[in-house]
């Protein structure tokens, strides 16, 4: 059974502007991860997505929406939210990076350290953080992966379809490569 499955659930959000994407709107294959940044298998899967980026080149454009499960997670809503104070100043991907690298180190005063490290304005994202500035933005992410049948973290899409299978590179890049 390949990702584009019909009995598998589907992407129920589009992928729009307001996503985080790296590789070309153009590209054929689209693959979208929910994650969550406190999650040890996020970070297992970061990695791997960053190797499937590589070895499929232009082929593929990656999104990443956020999926807190805050009840398991507590630092992963704020870390989300510290990701979107970064998207506001062109940042997003490089917070990304350092949340999954410091994973162990979510508390408000890391996330704002690490804001301040990456050259960001520090009280523009402690603000932010405090206020919730970017909550609805993460609520959003997190609405669509329930509409889209996410219920655990990774869980990924390709081409609009959810893969249900393993998510290491081999697994992902056949899936890709079946992808229409």
């Given amino acids: 059974m390949t990702s584009r ?3 598998r659930p589907r992407l129920t959000a589009a992928v729009g502007d ?7 709107d153009d590209a054929p294959v689209t693959l979208v991860e929910y994650g969550d940044f406190e999650c040890p ?3 297992q899967a970061d990695p791997v997505v960053k190797e499937v980026r590589r070895q499929a080149g232009a ?3 990656f999104v990443f929406r956020h999926f807190p499960l805050s009840q398991a997670h507590p630092h992963a809503q704020h870390a989300a939210e510290a990701a979107e104070a970064a998207g506001a100043q062109d940042r997003f991907w490089e917070m990304h990076d350092v949340l ?3 994973q162990s180190a979510l508390d408000d005063s890391d996330l704002v350290a690490y804001a301040e490290a990456l050259g960001l304005d520090r009280a523009r994202v402690a603000r932010e953080l405090t206020e919730g500035t970017h909550e609805e933005r993460v609520r959003l992410d997190f609405t669509s992966g329930v509409r889209s049948g996410v219920n655990g973290t990774p869980t ?5 379809y959810r893969h249900d299978e393993a998510w ?3 697994a992902l890049l056949a899936a890709i490569g079946q992808a229409r």
């Fill in 5 to 7: 499955s019909p009995a």
């Fill in 18 to 24: 307001k996503d985080h994407r790296l590789g070309s």
């Fill in 41 to 43: 298998y996020c970070r």
């Fill in 59 to 61: 082929r593929l454009r």
């Fill in 100 to 102: 999954f690298e410091r």
């Fill in 156 to 160: 990924f899409f390709i081409n609009g």
């Fill in 168 to 170: 290491d590179a081999e």
